[in-house]
């Protein structure tokens, strides 16, 4: 059992040593929604990944919400939470009804 | 997700003619009834002026009546109108880029920095109780409005210029080329700046959302 825990610090030691650490990786994350990282360095995130979940997830975390953004103007379409005062809608009422539409 | 407002755009400004009947696509009093809160939503998120943002609403409905002969009804009205926003707010974007700097490496510099070990062997790994914590089922939470205003007001909690490369990246699409070209900045400021947009959302998101007690 001790032969085993201090088998796994040492592979835990080793990736760390071989890998970025993770301030490093998640600026790397972000990057790798803008260009894909070269083949060794997703292996070396590949590998950061296998010991550290905090990676894991903040990466996950920032592809769902690079996924999910796209759909904030279409969630609240229906039912804006912000609104345009009534007395800002009259005017823009006048103001388009006073433009003919051929100028 | 950019790539059919692209078309949009292209297809707005096409001088194709269609039979307007019917109520017609330029009735001033349904399209503010219909459309002004939504767009004036829009346009407040990435202007962060509520007169400003009313201008661009009002500018867009002007162009949009100018060119109502040229919609050809293929898609959704709303989607129409809403590039036309989008353009006039980007071009707002250019002029400041101009004018001024789109450029800002203040924000979020180090305030992450706490949450990681300062030394040590393990030296810039996250601290264990202060990394990110697991998220269940996010994907679950799009169908929710409140969510939404949580991811709203987030956003609004960036600096200006940050939010705005954050929209026009993130929930508009606008690849990273094309926003270094309308920002006039370089592509590594850009890369900067999203870094630390999105490290701060995350990080906002999870603690008014996803960890929040109920």
């Not at chain 2, 630390?196 to 929040?212: I, Q, S, V």
Request: hydrophobic share 40%.
């Amino acid at each position: 059992m001790k032969r085993l825990q201090s088998l796994k610090m040492r592979w835990v030691t080793w990736v760390w040593n071989h890998t970025p650490n993770c301030a490093e990786m998640s600026r790397l994350a972000s990057l790798a929604l803008e260009r894909p990282p070269s083949l060794s360095m997703r292996l070396r995130m590949r590998l950061h990944h296998l010991i550290c979940a905090w990676c894991r997830r903040y990466e996950k975390q920032l592809r769902f919400l690079h996924r999910a953004a796209p759909h904030l103007d279409k969630a609240d379409h229906d039912k804006p939470a912000v609104r345009l005062s009534n007395d800002a809608k009259r005017r823009l009422i006048e103001r388009l009804n006073g433009q003919d539409p051929r100028t | 997700m950019d790539a059919p407002s692209q078309l949009q755009i292209r297809a707005a400004a096409k001088p194709v003619v269609t039979p307007s009947g019917g109520g017609g696509a330029a009735d001033p009093e349904r399209w503010v009834e219909q459309h002004a809160d939504a767009l004036y939503q829009y346009a407040l998120l990435r202007l962060r002026n509520p007169q400003k943002a009313e201008d661009a609403v009002q500018e867009t409905y002007l162009a949009a009546l100018r060119g109502a002969n040229r919609f050809e009804g293929r898609s959704a009205e709303r989607t129409w109108l809403v590039g036309i926003l989008r353009n006039k707010i980007f071009d707002q974007y250019r002029t400041i880029g101009r004018e001024t700097s789109f450029t800002d490496l203040g924000f979020y510099g180090d305030e992450e920095r706490d949450r990681f070990l300062p030394d040590g062997v393990f030296a810039g790994g996250w601290i264990h109780e202060l990394g990110p914590v697991e998220w269940k089922d996010p994907a679950a939470h799009c169908d929710r409005a409140p969510f939404w205003e949580t991811f709203r007001s987030c956003t609004m909690k960036l600096p200006h210029k940050v939010a705005a490369v954050f929209t026009m990246r993130e929930v508009d699409g606008v690849d990273s080329k094309e926003i270094c070209d309308i920002l006039n900045i370089s592509e590594n400021n850009l890369w900067v700046m999203l870094h630390r947009a999105r490290m701060a959302l995350r990080r906002c998101l999870e603690t008014h959302w996803f960890t929040k007690p109920s």
